[in-house]
């Protein structure tokens, strides 16, 4: 039997952090990972180059149901720390876009760095290695693996959501913190592309492989980033953002000109270029491919409010869970008594410069001549110019 003061389950990002900071407090620390390698999703981060953190994060950017829960953590530890940790290592970053920051090269810079700073703490790892059961002791934990016995003061169950099941992923973690009391809440899929089946995924089809800014709203919530049209629906950064706020039914709205108010350049262009077709005129703006779409569905009169199917589920997804906050038990400095602590799969961080809600797209008779001026891209059905009065001036 070996004995630890701390014991972590899963060396993703969480469980190695949690034990670089525990060693660093002077405690015995196991990080125990069933897979054969650590860290498998910080190496797919980022597209292969991880987005290690975001320098504008605060407390408002996550989604839990006490927005409170995170503030302790994000005090004690900003991603400013995490950088001057980056820049300790010389790995080269920069900014993306609105505050995210990507290694210049490939995600392993990160994972090498948080090995070598686990190393300098005294973290033992062991990989391969699965937890069959659980046990809490007068003084402690008890742990059983097929080939050996552990025991700990402290127990940390970081072992990450079921998303991509591929690289390992699986409910453990969910079983282990009932096991101990700790209500789950409902796990979701998150930061997913949304699909559309019949007769909307095959009007959507053509575009697959264009994209363009928008703003994507549902409800109060809106992002302002690019939208990416696929072979199965809609993705890019917007849509993967506002998936963390769908459910089955859900109405979203989309406004694909979210920095130029249409009814004004189409008036414009109308006065500049009379006789110009609508197609080539739209394609000032948008992608051929896309124009030509907008002057097709000119049948969206009261605007582009668009119904997903449903969201790709856990083979390639994020997902929003976690132990409820009210029962889980605070995350502080340690405690004389023994305790096991959830660390959250996924407290969602809301895009970090969102803007107040834009209305969707408005596709409008406008002008309807021998010119074939035939639609409007504008911020909504409450514009002036969708008013039936003054549709043909």
């Not at 405690?27 to 180059?49: C, F, H, P, Q, Y």
């Not at 019949?198 to 809106?222: C, P």
Request: aromatic residues 8%.
């Amino acid at each position: 039997m070996t004995d630890f003061d701390v014991i972590i389950i899963g060396a993703g990002a969480a469980g190695l952090m949690c034990a670089i900071e525990a060693g660093k407090r002077g405690r015995r620390v196991l990080i125990m990972e069933s897979n054969d390698t650590v860290a498998g999703k910080i190496r797919i981060s980022g597209g292969g180059r991880c987005n290690f953190t975001n320098k504008d994060s605060s407390a408002a950017n996550f989604l839990s149901k006490n927005p409170r829960f995170c503030l302790s953590a994000l005090k004690r530890y900003r991603p400013q720390n995490f950088i001057k940790l980056v820049e300790k290592y010389d790995i080269a970053y920069h900014e993306k876009k609105l505050g995210q920051l990507f290694c210049d090269g490939k995600s392993h810079q990160i994972i090498d760095m948080l090995l070598k700073e686990c190393d300098a703490a005294g973290v033992v790892i062991q990989t391969s290695q699965s937890v069959e059961d659980v046990e809490k002791q007068e003084n402690g934990f008890r742990l059983l693996t097929a080939y050996e016995t552990f025991t700990c003061a402290s127990l940390v169950i970081a072992s990450g959501g079921k998303s991509i099941p591929k690289m390992g992923a699986t409910g453990f973690g969910y079983d282990l913190a009932r096991q101990f009391g700790h209500t789950i809440i409902k796990p979701e899929p998150a930061l997913v592309p949304l699909t559309f089946q019949n007769i909307q995924l095959e009007k959507l089809k053509s575009l697959a492989g264009v994209s363009t800014d928008a703003v994507v709203s549902l409800g109060k919530t809106s992002f302002a980033e690019a939208l990416l049209f696929t072979h199965r629906g809609l993705s890019g950064p917007a849509i993967l953002q506002i998936s963390s706020y769908w459910t089955a039914g859900d109405e979203v709205q989309i406004n694909l000109s979210p920095n130029r108010d249409m009814l004004d350049f189409l008036k414009e262009q109308r006065t500049t270029q009379p006789k110009q077709e609508l197609h080539n005129i739209l394609t000032q703006r948008f992608a051929r491919r896309l124009a030509q779409f907008i002057c097709d569905e000119v049948a969206w009169a009261d605007g582009w409010r668009t119904c997903p199917t449903r969201n790709l589920s856990w083979w390639r997804t994020l997902s929003i869970t976690g132990a409820s906050a009210p029962t889980a038990p605070k995350v502080s400095e340690p405690q004389k008594s023994p305790a096991a602590v959830s660390i959250p799969v996924k407290y969602h961080p809301k895009h970090l410069k969102a803007q107040k809600p834009l209305a969707c797209i408005s596709l409008a008779k406008w002008s309807m001549s021998p010119d074939n001026w035939a639609a409007i891209i504008s911020n909504g059905p409450g514009h002036p110019a969708m008013l039936p009065g003054n549709m043909s001036k």
